[in-house]
């Protein structure tokens, strides 16, 4: 069952510009993780905020949690064409499943 | 560290044939995870392990799915008989556990004839 969905499902935008992608989550959640998945690859870790946290920064990336509402956004700044990929959303609930969302796909045009 | 290594990259088989999928998680990772990953259903997690244990088998499909996992550096998910409708991305992923984050394999493309 799906437990993260991700909003919006697609998103182009033109290199150089931020990139917004948010995450909305259904049960309580100790952790939620980002991750990117390039055409044909595993996906790849890319960040990681704690329940008792707000905000996280790594690189160009920004990460914001908001449990009240439970949700969360990522944010790439100054997007690149090797940003093209789908970035999913992962909550670790209480019984300790990872579940992730369906992802959204991210085209950075030239 | 070659990160978690899945084998084979690519399989394809006849409806009614056993699969068998091969996983070597990262050495000294205690958490196991195989997941599949279709365009309907998204990344489902199907078991996983903790010390070699499964913990979680909730999400395996049915009786045609099983998975092993021997010793801290191998597990195998095996479909026996294979179904059409088995065809998709299977990942193996490993984690320190305690909730942080997963390795993915680069995963195994299933097709199902």
């Known amino acids: 069952s799906q437990q993260g969905e991700e909003d919006p499902q697609a998103l182009s935008i033109q290199e150089g510009e931020n990139a917004t992608m948010n995450c909305s989550y259904k049960t309580s959640i100790n952790n939620l993780q980002w991750y990117r998945q390039n055409s044909g690859r595993g996906l790849v870790h890319l960040i990681l905020i704690r329940s008792n946290e707000r905000e996280k920064h790594s690189g160009r990336l920004r990460v914001t949690l908001d449990t009240s509402k439970k949700s969360s956004s990522l944010l790439i700044t100054a997007s690149r064409a090797a940003d093209t990929a789908s970035y999913f959303c992962?909550?670790?609930?209480?019984?300790?499943?990872?579940?992730f969302g369906k992802g959204t796909r991210l085209h950075i045009l030239p | 560290d070659a990160g978690v290594i899945q084998s084979p990259r690519h399989e394809v088989t006849e409806m009614g044939q056993e699969v068998t999928l091969r996983c070597k998680p990262i050495s000294g990772h205690n958490s196991l995870f195989w997941y599949r990953q279709t365009m309907m259903r998204g990344l489902e997690l199907l078991i996983y392990f903790n010390n070699n244990v499964p913990i979680d088998d909730s999400g395996m499909p049915e009786d045609r799915f099983s998975a092993k996992m021997p010793n801290a550096s191998f597990s195998t998910l095996k479909i026996q008989p294979s179904e059409p409708r088995d065809s998709a991305v299977y990942f193996c992923?490993?984690?320190?556990?305690?909730?942080?984050?997963?390795?993915f394999g680069s995963g195994t493309r299933l097709t199902v004839v």
């Open positions: 992923a490993s984690s320190i556990g305690g909730g942080e984050g997963y390795t």
């Open positions: 992962a909550t670790l609930n209480r019984d300790d499943k990872i579940i």
